[in-house]
């Protein structure tokens, strides 16, 4: 080892460029091989990915191990150069050292793990990859409603995270508030409406208000913050000659929509067997009859309105 040592040490310039050309590709595809059968080993989806991006991070770790060593001995005769070009780099790469900062921000403020459901800026989406440039998102929303997914991964550099905000949906708190309405006309009996919905939300929400509670009280303990009503809240407003009632209640992030399905289908049935108690109010439309345009090419008189001819007719 150490004669070969040695040997690559004695080498000149260009084969020392040579030698590196060759034992980075030999590192990268001993690692390649590492990372696609190391995995399969373990079980769990998180702790394959886990071992993947160990790796992959061990390959470039030990690459730049390798190079460093080659040139050892002509690093110091090239800092000055490295110096001076340092400063172009900086600026040339900008957007580069800018997701690199990012990465470590996410990685040390934990910003956001692989598996969380987040919104950075206007995309959100669950975070199935962070690499050292781009956090790549399963998008969620967008054409489709809610937490459906709509198929298309985005990739978003790391620099975003310094310059805008980010919402986790899972870290602390995993649940939301998330609110319905339901419109009534004006003669249903809103006392019996509050309560009927009241009554479908504890029943529907109700597996999660003792998970949601504690949920609350652990993010508590973390930071300042008040007690909120963890129940579901029903509220009443007149619009329009309706009742409309809105319905605030907590969820899990994931399962808004099969809430609001699960919601809406009890209050239907609700509604439908109020022997008329309750009804959906409907909107109306005004005609206003106006009378006909004039045609621009009649030469003689314009025709009277109705109301117009009958009352010269009455005189």
């Not at 407003?237 to 605030?248: G, R």
Request: proline fraction near 4%.
């Amino acid at each position: 080892m150490n004669e070969l040592f040695k040997q690559a040490m004695s080498l000149s310039l260009l084969g020392k460029c040579i030698a590196a050309i060759v034992g980075i590709l030999l590192i990268h595809a001993g690692f390649r091989a590492l990372e696609q059968t190391l995995p399969r080993h373990f079980g769990r989806v998180d702790e394959r990915y886990r071992v993947r991006k160990f790796v992959v991070f061990s390959g470039y770790i030990a690459i730049l191990l390798f190079v460093s060593i080659l040139f050892e001995d002509r690093l110091g005769r090239l800092s000055f150069a490295l110096g001076v070009a340092g400063a172009g780099v900086a600026v040339a790469l900008q957007d580069v050292l800018s997701s690199i900062a990012g990465a470590f921000s996410i990685g040390f403020s934990k910003l956001y793990t692989v598996g969380d459901r987040v919104q950075i800026g206007d995309t959100r989406g669950d975070v199935i990859d962070i690499s050292l440039l781009r956090t790549t998102l399963m998008e969620v929303g967008s054409w489709v409603g809610r937490d459906l997914y709509s198929g298309r991964i985005v990739r978003i550099p790391n620099s975003a995270v310094l310059k805008g905000s980010v919402f986790n949906y899972s870290q602390g708190f995993r649940f939301i508030w998330d609110q319905i309405k339901v419109v009534l006309t004006i003669t249903s009996d809103p006392a019996l409406a509050r309560a009927m919905l009241l009554r479908v939300a504890k029943e529907v929400i109700g597996e999660y208000l003792v998970e949601a509670q504690n949920s609350w009280n652990a993010v508590s303990e973390d930071y300042r913050t008040e007690n909120p009503p963890i129940e579901p809240v029903v509220a009443l407003a007149v619009n329009a000659a309706s009742l409309e009632f809105t319905v605030n209640y907590v969820v899990d992030y994931t399962q808004r929509t099969t809430m609001l399905d699960r919601l809406f289908t009890k209050i239907v049935d609700e509604v439908a067997n109020s022997n008329g108690r309750l009804a959906w109010a409907s909107s109306g439309v005004t005609v206003i009859n106006q009378p006909p345009a004039l045609d621009p090419t009649m030469t003689g008189p314009s025709p009277a309105l109705p109301s117009a001819r009958r009352a010269s007719e009455s005189r």
